[in-house]
């Protein structure tokens, strides 16, 4: 028996009318009917993600809703729409839209929050919404190496059960993967030339959950640790499988517990620890684990209970493609360029990563690059790449960025993905599609690249045609490439042809792009600067037609900047200034501007000739304006200024530029 072509939700009802699922209980919230439980637990991130995303991202849901706001696209056009965090609710995403009137008049943004309401530019600005500089004139920045070291204090995981020789005893073991049907899926997509990401890995739900509550195990048993604590753990085995992501749908530990994950034919192949799953209920997926067999423990420290652990495993992801690290490797096109043959190139190429996340069809692979800011005292680890391979939150959180995949010599040996640095888990930041949008998305990653990681530098001024460009990239998930052309506006029919008004074309003088190569940067040859990333095109080593398109940078940038280059808040007092004289007892008016970011409240105090005399106002609004009764008790004289300091951050202050007099 199944339904609805058995795909996520199909899977659900199947399991549902089988009585397979596990009760309501198990599920975050157990309000939720048993159908919409097994869902989340069967799926939980393409419900979350898929069907509430696409749903906002939309045009045709953005048309809809804007029309019933009363902006109707007879009268506005729509001219682009993208997603961003939302600094008013942590966690949640506003989706903006930039409306330009038919009837002429400048151009406008207004934001939905996650509930649905409207903001317009004012009410987002008190939000925190940084404005969108559309108009400002272009900036540029240069690359720079990475000096933050990764968080180095913890000391590398080791795998328990063998570290203490326990016994692994259990699991679950899933019958042969038919990859027939599934290349050919791989085949058809390969012939679209949206360029998608690679992908490298496909889904497998458990029949049985592994399930761990109250101190009962669906699955393996807990034993006694020599020297302390309990462990409970668990062998997954899916037969030639060349890696393995294990999904955990819900993970809830005592203090001091955790989890880890690690290669049963290489116990020092671990990955973890995890102590926790994502609030957003979408689960914690683990990061590949190269093996067909993985094992996973959960610790418990002595003086914590079993019984208060909850573990939940649903499902996995099996890897097909080995990524180019033995010979099963789907390798690139022959035409492509080693990046290691360019010294030029050495130290930009550093900063290009190849970026696993977990997708709507299984594990997708494609690339990016770490991209600086303004702020030449930070290392923030901003990422760049496609929105067509991270379009969400939960792709974000499922993330893990490979690093220095490349040859050690021109055409040299390639290293094993299993042992290069990785970095797992990033914050979506902004993004916007293909359709309204070009095509990006930015990225906080969770933790700091390894050192020798390079962050690219970019230019938002407007770039001309052949112009010398550079793309280095992952083609087929395979070692880094290079491959170079100039920017051009060929004509050509088919359906991947992109506006100029918000796409490079780049025709490839030497090399290509293949899929897996999404999101990778497009630099300027001359200065190495990014000016775009890769949606895709019809390139290729056997096309006679070979250039690709790339979402314009300068068109993302205001979306980014409020990052990139983040506008530093100020506060300035108008009033009193210029040496007035106030009369003791009287009212007055304290005047003073900020900008958008300097927060909502200030602090309004009263000094003199350098001295702390009194706080007027503990806590107001910072709307510029303030009344002051001037208490009559105060000594009369000069010297005094008003100082306005920032709640939210109090070492943002300003006071009057020249000293005012009572009397």
């Known amino acids: 028996m199944k339904f609805l072509g058995m795909g996520p939700l199909g899977i659900a009802m199947h399991e549902t009318f089988l009585g397979r699922c596990l009760p309501p209980a198990v599920c975050s919230r157990d309000y939720l009917p048993a159908l919409v439980c097994c869902a989340r637990l069967a799926s939980a991130r393409w419900v979350a993600a898929a069907a509430v995303f696409v749903a906002l991202s939309s045009s045709a849901f953005a048309s809809d809703f804007l029309e019933a706001q009363g902006y109707p696209s007879s009268r506005y056009e729509l001219t682009n729409v993208w997603t961003e965090a939302d600094p008013g609710m942590a966690g949640a995403y506003l989706t ?67 570290l203490k020789s326990l016994t692994i005893s259990g699991g679950a073991m899933l019958p042969e993967l038919d990859l027939n049907p599934i290349l050919a899926e791989d085949a058809d997509r390969s012939e679209e030339l949206g360029k998608g990401p690679e992908r490298i890995g496909v889904f497998r739900d458990l029949d049985e959950f592994i399930h761990l509550e109250g101190g009962q195990a669906s699955h393996g048993f807990w034993q006694a640790v020599p020297d302390g604590g309990t462990l409970w753990s668990a062998a997954i085995l899916s037969p030639d499988a060349l890696g393995i992501r294990i999904h955990f749908a819900q993970l809830d530990l005592p203090a001091g517990a955790y989890v880890q994950v690690y290669n049963a034919l290489d116990s020092g192949e671990v990955y973890g620890p995890y102590t ?16 067909d067999t993985a094992v996973v423990e959960c610790f418990i420290p002595d003086g914590e209970s079993a019984d208060d652990c909850l573990l939940t495993i649903d499902r996995i992801v099996h890897n097909y493609v080995s990524l180019g690290f033995d010979s099963k490797a789907k390798a690139a096109g022959t035409c492509n360029n080693d990046v290691t043959c360019y010294a030029g190139w050495t130290s930009a190429s550093k900063g290009v990563g190849g970026i696993g996340s977990i997708g709507n069809t299984g594990n997708l692979f494609c690339t990016g690059c770490l991209i600086s800011d303004t702020d030449t005292h930070s290392e923030i680890p901003f990422f760049l790449t496609a929105n067509h391979c991270i379009s969400s939150a939960a792709d974000a959180s499922s993330a893990e960025v490979y690093w220095f995949y490349q040859t050690n010599s021109c055409n040299g040996s390639v290293p094993s993905l299993a042992y290069l640095p990785r970095t797992s888990g990033a914050t979506l930041l902004a993004t916007a599609d293909a359709s309204t949008g070009t095509d990006f998305c930015l990225l906080r ?90 949606w895709g095109g019809p390139g290729s080593c056997t096309t006679s037609t070979n250039l690709d398109y790339f979402g314009r940078f300068d068109k993302s940038y205001p979306l980014m900047a409020a990052y990139l280059d983040p506008v530093k808040p100020t506060i300035k007092v108008k009033r009193p200034n210029a040496g007035p004289v106030w009369p003791l007892g009287g009212r007055k008016s304290i005047r003073w501007t900020s900008s958008w970011n300097a927060g909502e409240r200030v602090r309004i105090e009263l000094w003199r000739n350098g001295d702390f005399v009194r706080v007027l106002k503990s806590r107001t609004l910072n709307d510029g304006r303030a009344a002051w009764h001037i208490d009559p008790s105060l000594p009369a004289g000069g010297g005094y200024v008003i100082r306005i300091i920032s709640k939210s951050d109090p070492s943002l202050y300003d006071e009057c530029d020249v000293p005012f007099s009572l009397q």
């Not at 925190?128 to 995981?157: L, M």
């Not at 799953?277 to 093996?291: E, I, K, R, V, Y």
């Open 96 to 162: 903006g839209y930039r409306l330009s009137p038919s009837a002429g008049g400048p151009s406008f943004d207004l934001y939905r929050t996650a509930d649905g309401q409207l903001l317009d530019a004012t009410a987002a600005a008190a939000r925190g919404v940084s404005p969108k500089p559309w108009d400002a004139p272009g900036k540029s920045t240069y690359g720079e190496a990475a000096t933050v070291s990764p968080e180095t204090s913890r000391a590398a995981p080791k795998a328990l059960t063998a």
């Open 445 to 534: 990653l969770n933790h700091a690249p390894p050192l020798g990681a390079v962050y690219s530098g970019w230019t938002s001024i407007p770039v001309n045609l052949g112009t010398g460009t550079t793309v280095v990239h992952h083609p087929s998930g395979d070692f880094k490439r290079i491959s170079f052309g100039i920017t051009s506006n060929v004509g050509e029919a088919h359906r991947s042809i992109r506006p100029l008004d918000r796409y490079h074309q780049s025709s490839w003088t030497s090399g290509t792009t293949e899929p897996g190569s999404s999101g990778s940067p497009l630099f300027i040859t001359s200065s190495l600067q990014i000016i775009g990333q890769l």
């Open 276 to 291: 926790a799953a994502p609030p957003d209920g979408s689960g914690l997926w683990s990061a590949t684990c190269f093996t």
